[in-house]
């Protein structure tokens, strides 16, 4: 087991270096230089002189194979290099932000958690009757309806009916959690929303799937009490798949924060993504990217992980 | 009442039913009532797609006013008799930007979604046809990929090739077509062991021909699923991007635009602004999404929940 998970943990090493190079590559492949666009972006004439200067400064005059070589020696001792717009280095301007995107996932994630599993065994183990549909509409309006949009409504129910607006600046869990909370619970709900949908879906199909299963039957048979079939012979058996989706979508929720922490005027990861790409600053996009996937890989291995766990058939040879 | 441009009207739905019973899927009087009656809501979903379909086309006759008319004496309005959905910062008249955005929300929807998924289709089924070293790499690649969420994907390719409608649609194609490409691999995986693809090889057909002819034309059921798929998708991706004004630029009226500054600085004074073309992309992504299952249940029957 061990062994199993260490040989998996190295095999993430090539997969991100994969990664990397693909979007080193991508970045590379914009029309014009990079430099001379992100000057006249800005607007004001530049002599070719000064373009020439800039693109030696980021070190664009290097040869290809040089200029990763110089990313990925920079990446070991955690350099990432500097932001083309604010000059600050990218892995600060991550750091500032991460604390509240993680928060946000993650609570989004218990949010989803504690929704999807109720109500997708509730669904399953009434199926086709009223609580199934009603937990059906509750999560295919969930696919449907945008969380930023969610969000929107948020405020607007918070500002019509109690006059008040959740607090617009950030303050740390560790220092004033009611703060924290009270700013973070909104649109940690929209997100959690759409993702809870998911999750339901996966839990109402799985489920649906294990009380067919011979077994179940049998425990049926044997006389045992509904309560103890679900819990201990159906809804185990039933998680791998749930687990899985709320894992990877775990990793996806970067893609809901990107609007949601708009909204909500957050300053976390998705926010940064967007001003990157609005500014078309390359090296933060490139850092955020690669941070990303990064996300996408290391929870594809947790899933793995918490497999074994679940399920102790299972086993890593 | 016989119009002369419209035979084609006749030839599918008066198929006679012993042909209609033979093709499997949709086509047939037969069957398209059988799917009507067994799932009716999809196929309200399709209704309103329809409608949404009609409304976009005929935009200029159903819409009350120009949608990008500014129109500073009317700026804010509340909903009422002038304008039933209220007027917007600039006075512009909502009601006619919803109907207009649901052009830019289609053509978007139906462009990127047809486009991503048939590129995808293509790497896919040759991914599979080639095998190996061909197969490996792209999935590879694949793998990578699907690694980003779609919308970050998107949005690195729009930080590439830059903001429009068009260019939106190319970014929305492409990041779907490593997934499309996933799916229709696998689809096309048992395929290339068929009788009749190995006889065609045998006979000397060229790849090009037995892709498109032998392989291609057998997996029309999974394309058909995963296009409904990305429809909703599609036109969800277009407002978030919109939105952060990363997708269809001012003054083309889209839904997603329509809720970025005011709508939500002014969302307390004026919450018209954010409500309908909220509803107008919760109700079309709705829409494709429940067809979408709907159509999965029908068409693929082993992946029925």
């Known amino acids: 087991m061990n062994r199993y998970i260490l040989s998996r943990f190295l095999l993430m090493i090539p997969t991100l270096l994969a990664v990397a190079v693909l979007i080193f590559l991508l970045v590379r492949v914009v029309p014009g230089d990079i430099v001379e666009l992100r000057l006249v972006l800005g607007g004001s004439f530049v002599t070719p002189r000064v373009i020439e200067a800039e693109r030696a400064r980021l070190g664009l005059n290097k040869p290809l194979w040089n200029q990763f070589a110089d990313w990925m020696l920079g990446m070991l001792r955690l350099d990432l290099g500097r932001s083309m717009w604010s000059g600050e280095p990218v892995a600060r301007e991550i750091g500032l932000r991460l604390e509240l995107s993680l928060q946000l996932a993650v609570m989004a994630t218990l949010i989803a958690t504690a929704l999807a599993i109720p109500l997708g065994t509730l669904a399953a183990v009434h199926r086709g009757g009223w609580v199934d549909n009603v937990v059906q509409v509750f999560s295919v309006a969930g696919l449907a309806v945008p969380s930023f949009w969610l969000g929107i409504l948020f405020i607007l129910f918070l500002l019509t009916v109690f006059q008040y607006l959740p607090p617009l600046t950030f303050t740390s869990l560790w220092v004033d959690p009611k703060a924290n909370l009270a700013q973070l619970i909104w649109p940690a709900l929209a997100v959690g929303y759409r993702y809870s949908a998911v999750a339901t879906r996966m839990t109402r199909s799985a489920l649906l799937e294990v009380l067919r299963e011979d077994y179940v039957r049998t425990a049926w048979a044997k006389g045992l009490a509904q309560q103890i079939i679900l819990r201990r012979h159906a809804l185990r058996n039933a998680m791998m798949p749930v687990v899985t989706v709320i894992g990877l979508e775990f990793a996806f929720l970067i893609g809901g924060l990107v609007v949601t922490e708009q909204v909500f005027n957050l300053n976390g990861i998705g926010k940064l993504i967007v001003d990157a790409i609005s500014q078309r600053d390359y090296t933060l996009i490139q850092g955020l990217m690669l941070l990303v996937a990064a996300g996408y890989i290391l929870m594809n291995f947790l899933v793995d992980l918490v497999y074994a766990w679940i399920d102790p058939r299972v086993s890593y040879q | ?305």
């Open chain 2, 1 to 305: 009442m016989q119009t002369p441009g419209s035979p084609a009207r006749r030839s599918i739905l008066d198929e006679p039913a012993s042909t209609a019973a033979l093709t499997p899927g949709l086509v047939g009087r037969s069957s398209l009532t059988r799917f009507l009656r067994r799932y009716p809501v999809g196929t309200a979903g399709a209704a309103l797609i329809v409608l949404m379909l009609a409304v976009a086309v005929f935009a200029e006759w159903v819409a009350p006013y120009d949608p990008v008319v500014v129109d500073f004496g009317a700026m804010f309005g509340r909903p009422g008799r002038a304008h039933w959905f209220g007027s917007d910062a600039f006075g512009r008249d909502v009601l006619s930007r919803v109907i207009f955005g649901a052009r830019t929300a289609l053509i978007v929807g139906f462009g990127s979604s047809v486009l991503g998924a048939t590129l995808g289709a293509a790497v896919g089924v040759a991914s599979a046809y080639f095998g190996g070293l061909t197969d490996l790499l792209v999935q590879r690649l694949v793998d990578i990929l699907i690694s980003f969420p779609i919308i970050i994907l998107a949005m690195a390719i729009v930080a590439i090739i830059g903001v429009g409608t068009g260019k939106l649609v190319l970014a929305i194609a492409l990041s779907f077509l490593p997934r499309a490409a996933r799916v229709l691999r696998s689809s096309a995986l048992s395929i290339r062991e068929m009788v009749y693809v190995e006889a065609a090889r045998a006979l000397g057909c060229s790849h090009g021909r037995i892709i498109v002819r032998h392989m291609a034309a057998n997996v029309v059921a999974p394309y058909l699923v995963m296009l409904t798929a990305f429809l909703g998708q599609a036109i969800l991706l277009e407002a978030s991007l919109s939105f952060l004004g990363l997708g269809v630029s001012e003054p083309t009226p889209a839904w997603g635009l329509m809720l970025r500054g005011a709508a939500v600085d002014f969302v307390q004074r004026a919450p018209w602004l954010a409500i309908f073309p909220g509803l107008a992309i919760s109700a079309a992504v709705l829409a494709f999404n429940v067809l979408g299952d709907s159509l999965r249940d029908a068409l693929d029957p082993r992946l029925r929940t």
